[in-house]
C-alpha cells in the first residue's frame, strides 16, 4: 500500500526514539467525557 520510502520514514522515526503512529484528526468538546476522562490524548 506505502512506498518503500515510507518504511524508510519510519525507521527514521524509531531511530530517533519515537513511535510512528497514524494520526486521525477528531473534533472533541472540552466538554466531552472522552475528554475529561483522557486529557493526556489531546
Known amino acids: 500500500m506505502f ?3 515510507f ?3 519510519t525507521d527514521g522515526i524509531k531511530q530517533r ?3 510512528p503512529a ?3 484528526g477528531v473534533l472533541i468538546p472540552h ?8 486529557p493526556e490524548w489531546f
Open 17 to 19: 526514539g519515537l513511535r
Open 22 to 24: 497514524i494520526w486521525i
Open 3 to 5: 512506498p518503500e520510502e
Open 7 to 9: 518504511k524508510v520514514f
Open 31 to 38: 466538554k466531552a467525557r472522552l475528554f475529561k476522562e483522557h
